[in-house]
């Protein structure tokens, strides 16, 4: 079965960018998508095939998607962006694949 | 904007079965897929099963024997049951729409607690 590998854990100062990856197996031939979810909510999506965001998402989130990885970039981190951030894609038997989830910490 | 409400048993005996419903409200049910989606407590999320509005359906493997998911388009309305629980089987469960044309899950509701327990 297909598998995304995030980082459990993703540090980052205040108004610095923060990297979080995603990684599978030529995951660049399929569709990735991001999601954040605050403690006690329910996920929202970030970004989706591989670079686009939904309407009222900020600028400062994007993504790419190439080879192995995927990745969610966030410009200018606020500490209102500490969360725990999913990647997602679909499987050659359009099955859903999530990553294990990474926790940002702006500190 | 289409909402959705999971709703539900929050305590199940284990060896019995788990009933949730998820009602959509502002807008048709029709032309959407719709996800389950659980996540136990500090857990990452697990994928469930995915329904049509033609009621086709498709399960993850590892639930498979255990999950049945159904549609009701006439109460705009999908239910999830899951046969035999165990303490595994406690989470948050979630539903959540697919929106074909972003191959991503962009609506989700607000999600409901089952804990699996004598």
């Known amino acids: 079965s297909y598998e995304l590998s995030q980082p459990p854990s993703v540090s980052v100062s205040p108004g610095r960018t923060a990297t979080i990856t995603c990684s599978g197996d030529k995951l660049g031939d399929r569709y990735a998508c991001w999601y954040q979810q605050k403690p006690g909510q329910s996920p929202v999506l970030l970004i989706y095939q591989d670079s686009k965001r939904p309407s009222g998402i900020p600028e400062r989130f994007s993504g790419s998607n190439s080879g192995n990885t995927a990745t969610l970039t966030i410009s200018g981190t606020q500490a209102m962006d500490e969360a725990d951030y999913y990647c997602?894609?679909?499987?050659?038997?359009?099955?859903?694949?999530f990553g294990g989830g990474t926790k940002l910490t702006v500190l | 904007q289409v909402q959705l409400q999971e709703s539900g048993a929050g305590l199940v005996k284990p060896s019995e079965t788990l009933s949730l419903t998820c009602t959509v409200s502002?807008?048709?049910?029709?032309?959407?897929?719709f996800s389950w989606i659980r996540q136990p407590a500090g857990k990452g999320l697990e994928w469930i099963g995915r329904i049509y509005s033609s009621g086709s359906a498709t399960y993850n493997p590892s639930l498979r024997s255990r999950v049945t998911m159904s549609i009701d388009t006439s109460k705009n309305r999908l239910s999830l049951k899951v046969r035999s629980v165990t303490a595994a089987d406690t989470a948050v469960y979630y539903c959540?729409?697919?929106?074909?044309?972003?191959?991503?899950?962009?609506?989700w509701g607000q999600g409901t607690m089952v804990t699996v327990s004598s």
């Open positions: 502002g807008g048709s049910i029709s032309s959407y897929y």
């Open positions: 959540a729409k697919t929106e074909p044309s972003l191959s991503a899950f962009d609506i």
């Open positions: 997602h894609t679909w499987d050659g038997s359009a099955e859903v694949v």
